[in-house]
């Protein structure tokens, strides 16, 4: 009896030191993912450190009239663990599959094979910039300012049908004879001709032309785009002067948090009520709200940072759903106005419970 107990006891040692081994193991291997955490929460109304340390505000406006605002206007970061240079350990993502707060995601879906952490980091910036110009110019439409919206183009791409046609810093001002208000605008245009050939009316070294250009078929999947192969920027020409100020957040879902902003501070009143509000999703100058990633950590990171509403772009519901944590009310949206509403309703003790909503089950 004695020596089958003394054989188990070191069967059962060994085994020990064979998980204990692997664990090791694992935990020095690299793994396909990285994980998504809540990341820092920013009040679009309040301040923020700047690249000296020093606080500044998020939002400085000149050459207007700007009022005493309340409460919170939060917008929502979601932070990566890992890249392609260290990913996080097996024990890592065990603990976070655990957390309802955190993802695990796929490493390509946000380090590409061949993008570099720094070179993602820079295309992330330029997507805060370009994000940042669409929100002042939807707050000012908004409020009825002249945006003075011209659309230019970027870059040509070798070998594409608009190469010998048109040239970096040429301004589109009209396709097929209609006027050119937006990028999207023009994008839109060039898929509705179906592949047939469209007329633009450019801006070059002050003189005006009219180029021919026949798009080209790009399939994907089931999805067919008609391409020209230019990148393009919408500039604008604001009658007041804005600047957002957010250093190392990048990408473009702050949108829509600063377009309320700016909106609540060039306007009477409080929007929000003097509540605390969060929300996320980009924004386009016609008002359009889009879609974003990370929402269910911007859901936590929200919740966490004390606010009691949350605006929600509508085409992210189905990551909404289930996934609220308690003491947070979230509120759908498509456009800057259903926001506007939303706050409105809101600011005056109104029945949220009206509001549009993503169908969401309140989990613990």
């Not at 633009?200 to 080209?216: I, M």
Request: aromatic share 4%; hydrophobic share 40%.
């Amino acid at each position: 009896m004695d020596r089958t107990r003394s054989v188990k006891l070191g069967l059962g040692v060994w085994a020990l030191i064979v998980a204990l081994i692997a664990l090791v193991v694992l935990t020095f291997l690299p793994t396909p993912y990285v994980i998504q955490r809540p990341g820092p929460v920013y009040d679009t109304l309040g301040t923020a450190a700047g690249a000296d340390g020093e606080q500044v505000p998020l939002i400085q406006i000149e050459g207007a009239e700007t009022f005493e605002t309340a409460g919170t206007l939060d917008l929502t970061t979601v932070q990566v663990v890992g890249n392609r240079e260290r990913t996080p350990s097996w024990f890592e993502l065990a603990l976070a599959w655990t957390d309802s707060s955190r993802a695990v995601v796929p490493l390509d879906s946000v380090f590409p094979e061949g993008v570099t952490t720094e070179q993602r980091d820079e295309r992330n910036a330029t997507l805060m910039v370009d994000s940042q110009h669409e929100a002042t110019a939807a707050a000012l439409n908004e409020l009825g300012y002249d945006t003075g919206a011209e659309v230019a183009v970027v870059d040509v791409v070798d070998g594409a049908p608009a190469e010998g046609s048109l040239e970096p810093e040429d301004v589109i001002t009209a396709i097929d004879g209609t006027a050119v208000a937006s990028a999207k605008q023009l994008r839109q245009a060039i898929q509705d001709a179906g592949g047939a050939p469209v007329a633009l009316t450019v801006q070059r070294g002050g003189e005006e032309t009219v180029v021919e250009v026949t798009p080209e078929k790009q399939v994907d999947g089931d999805v067919t785009t008609w391409l020209i192969g230019v990148t393009l920027r919408t500039d604008y020409d604001f009658e007041i002067d804005v600047t957002l100020q957010l250093d190392n957040v990048g990408g473009p879902s702050a949108g829509m948090m600063f377009a309320l902003g700016i909106i609540d501070t060039l306007t009477e009143g409080e929007l929000n009520g003097g509540e605390n509000v969060a929300g996320t999703g980009t924004i386009e100058a016609d008002g359009t709200v889009g879609p974003i990633g990370g929402i269910r950590q911007k859901l936590y990171g929200a919740r966490d940072a004390g606010a009691d509403y949350f605006l929600a772009p509508r085409t992210n519901c189905d990551e909404v759903t289930g996934h609220v944590p308690d003491g947070l009310t979230v509120i759908s949206t498509s456009t800057l106005e259903e926001s506007l509403d939303a706050l409105e309703v809101i600011a005056n003790g109104g029945d949220v419970g009206l509001l549009p909503t993503c169908d969401v089950v309140t989990s613990p």
